[in-house]
């Protein structure tokens, strides 16, 4: 289960509305590379993986990824605080406007909707981890972009955060692959699926 | 007394070490280094959690100790620009 700490993972304090910035940031809410998507991702995935260390891994950084989830909504509630009509016109937010006035809707940045064919849980440590790897460097990516838009120094504060932890759950990925590799035979490692094959490992000449 | 705001980022700030440190030692199980910070940084935040809660209310509904008023509802959200 979950229990809710009533606190972000790190400061929003956003002095100046921006329905635009908003609207670009959203990416990282409801798009393909955001992260309600990274948190699905995880916490599906786990439940297959072959050792008790990489299920744990992928439970702590899929509920790291909520906490994002919570700091990019904060982000983007504050950004659409108090709009005008004309601010909205001007930006471009009225498409947003009209079907979510300010609520917090996950969707992309140009307004498609969260779906959960952004991720897959394939059943296979390999090609999970090897997803997980690929879509922390999608979502550093995102962030960089994000950081090529912003100018205001209270929004690229807590987005240049996010983006680091991107790197850290990579570095942690990378290492969970490691992890299965050592546990098979280095001849082929794709000789059997460690997610699935009972005794994936056991066979085969000792290193 | 230490305002709401300052006592929060200190708990940010150990939070920050010890769910870092978290996802280093799920794969580096056996450094001992990594988990003498772990132990540090959670009974500093220990403290400054206990001092929050007592100050400001709970953080997690567990915490409260509300006999006459529930308390856990209370505002400001951490999605406010008052909470940070």
Known sequence: MWSYEKKL????????????????????????????TASLRYLNQRYSMPTD??????????????????????????????LKPEEMKKSGFDKYFVDHTSGIYPASAVGVPFTAAYFQTKGDAFADLTEDMAAEQKARATYDN???LADDPDVIDPIRYLREREVVHFQRFGEATRMVQDRL??????????????????????? | MKSR????????????ALYDL?????????????????????DKREEAVSEYVKNYGPIQALQSDAEKKWNWGNGPYPWEREAN
Do not use: W
């Not at chain 1, 700091?71 to 950004?79: D, K, N, W």
């Open chain 1, 9 to 36: 993972q790190y400061p929003v304090n956003i002095k100046n509305p921006d329905p635009q910035m908003a609207q670009v940031i959203m990416s990282q809410l409801g798009g393909p590379d955001g992260e309600l």
């Open chain 1, 53 to 82: 260390k990489i299920k744990g891994l992928l439970t702590d950084i899929g509920t790291e990824e909520l906490a994002h989830m919570e700091m990019i909504s904060a982000i983007i509630y504050q950004l659409t605080r108090n």
């Open chain 1, 146 to 148: 994000i950081l090529r």
């Open chain 1, 185 to 207: 035979d280095a001849r082929n490692f794709y000789a059997c699926n460690p997610s699935f094959d009972k005794n994936c490992g056991r066979r085969g000449c000792k290193k």
């Open chain 2, 5 to 16: 705001k300052d006592l929060m980022q200190m708990i940010q700030k150990y939070d920050f």
């Open chain 2, 22 to 42: 978290m996802l280093y030692l799920d794969t580096h199980p056996h450094c001992t280094e990594g988990m003498r910070l772990f132990r540090k940084y959670r």
